[in-house]
């Protein structure tokens, strides 16, 4: 049984026919590619939030090549390691959906998935992955989950709201936080920035207890220029390039690159 609620009074929904619908009668279609949108519009800054189509596509290229995999395993691990049956696990932030079908797909248990993010493009293109997950479309600040109903939440690279957070997970759940540290792809960064600052991570860390924290750092090898360009547009810095320095991508070939991350497990106090 899903844990979906209603964004908007956070009462559980119930599948009718074609759509999703509360006891206060708010109701939402299913999409035929079988994602639920759930992002209401004061939960929007645009019309079009999150992630763009081009950074989309080349996040999906990316991560398809299997560069990031070393990133999935490690959060695969630590979920196996203290596995239990029928589990509800969200990830937060997923993007076009890659970590969260392999998950599952690694995982292979009876969990029950959610992905959820705000950019629609991403939750589409979640889709053609598999109909077997709750894709939805989503704002991180209103979290459209019952309260206390998830065993696990993953959040790689993406901003979270500790409220929901606390609100969404149960009392024995955990949260596994992937964030990037100054050295996460530094070589981009000498390339694009004339000074490369190194900054707090102060601002990320959220006040919960702290189950496990640890540094994952290793260098890949970006095979060719088109791989080399696919990360650097899946990240802000590409948007950061100046005009004299655009010219930089032209050149970008064979790279070695390095991961450089925090894996943080959290338990909501």
Known sequence: ??????????EPLQKVEKTYQCSHHHCYDIAKSQ?????????????????N????????????????DIILDEVVQYIQEHHHDHMHILDLGCG???????LKEKLNDDSVFYGL?????????????????????GNS???????HSLDVITALFTVVNAQEIKRCLKEDGYMIHVTANNHHLIE??????????????????????????????????????????????MTPHYYHIKKEKRH?????????VTIDIRITIYKPL
């Open 141 to 147: 600040k209103n979290i459209p989950i019952l309260d």
């Open 35 to 51: 994602y639920i949108n759930l992002l209401l519009n004061p939960d929007k800054a645009t019309n079009n939030p999150g992630d």
């Open 53 to 68: 189509k081009e950074s989309l596509l080349c996040r999906q290229a990316h991560l398809n090549q299997g560069y990031y």
């Open 96 to 102: 076009e959906g890659y970590y969260t079908y392999h």
């Open 188 to 233: 981009f960064k000498e390339l694009i920035y004339d000074e490369v600052k190194m900054k707090s991570d102060e601002f990320i860390r959220l006040p919960f207890e702290v189950v496990k924290s640890y540094d994952f750092k290793k260098k890949i090898h970006l095979k060719n220029h088109e791989d080399s360009l696919n990360l650097l547009k």
């Open 248 to 256: 930089i991508l032209e050149t970008l070939g064979e790279f070695d």
């Open 117 to 137: 993010d705000i950019s629609k493009n991403g939750i589409q293109m979640a889709t053609k992955y598999t109909k077997d997950i709750y894709w939805i479309v």
């Open 1 to 10: 049984m899903h844990k979906l609620a209603c964004p908007k009074c956070h």
